[in-house]
């Protein structure tokens, strides 16, 4: 279970194989930041001066996303409609082939995974400039939020968890979500979780409904208000 197909999806697409309504929640695991990144190249040294870049030339700055109605390309556009900042959107077909555009300057700025982009920041061939949830990172503390880098309100995360089909027999989902998050909170599993840029963020099933909710919520407002819809 991720973000995208269960909160992104029924924002942005006019029909789904699936509903939503069909899958249960069993546990919220961990959150994955995601995180606005130049090339070390750009002259831009923070979030203020990109929104700053932005609006002195609109539309003529470019980032790239791993595809329409993604998760990345959601972000950036929330960040755009808080900041004003006009910047035109370039999807690739995945973020691998996104993040190659912006090492090679063919776009100036994009969101991404912190696990994906964090071998590239570590080698100083990207700058980050801000992580997009509401926490610093523990895997890169020196890097400040989106809201400490003046876009307020700016909270996302990328999250994973376990779901099953609903209606699940009764006791299943709780038993399977206790072993979960006793999985999840071992040491070893925290340490790997952490190298990688991720972290372990556990819920029960009514704080994940709740969770979910508000997630689909936010994107449905964002998707209405700037015209995202895919047929």
Not at 107 to 130: K, S
Not at 140 to 157: H, K, N, R, S, Y
């Amino acid at each position: 279970m991720a973000s995208p197909p269960l909160t992104i999806s029924p924002a942005i697409y006019k029909s789904l194989p699936y509903s939503p309504q069909q899958i249960e929640p069993v546990a919220l695991l961990g959150r994955v930041q995601n995180v606005l990144l130049v090339n070390a190249r750009s002259p831009i040294q923070s979030v203020a001066q990109l929104s700053q870049a932005a609006r002195a030339k609109p539309g003529q700055m470019n980032y790239g996303s791993n595809g329409n109605g993604t998760s990345l390309h959601l972000c950036m556009e929330l960040y755009k409609s808080i900041s004003g900042a006009q910047i035109t959107h370039v999807p690739y077909r995945g973020a691998a082939g996104a993040m190659t555009a912006l090492l090679a300057g063919e776009v100036d700025v994009m969101f991404d995974n912190l696990p994906a982009a964090l071998p590239h920041i570590r080698a100083g061939n990207i700058r980050a400039l801000a992580v997009a949830a509401r926490q610093r990172s523990q895997t890169v503390q020196d890097v400040p939020t989106m809201i400490e880098a003046g876009v307020p309100g700016f909270d996302v995360t990328a999250w994973f968890g376990i779901a099953a089909p609903a209606g699940l027999a009764g006791g299943v989902a709780e038993r399977l979500r206790q072993v979960l998050v006793d999985t999840v909170r071992t040491p070893e599993i925290v340490q790997a979780m952490q190298n990688q840029g991720a972290e372990p963020h556990l819920l029960d099933q009514a704080m994940l409904r709740e969770f979910w909710a508000e997630d689909g919520a936010r994107w449905s407002r964002l998707t209405s208000r700037v015209g995202i819809a895919i047929d």
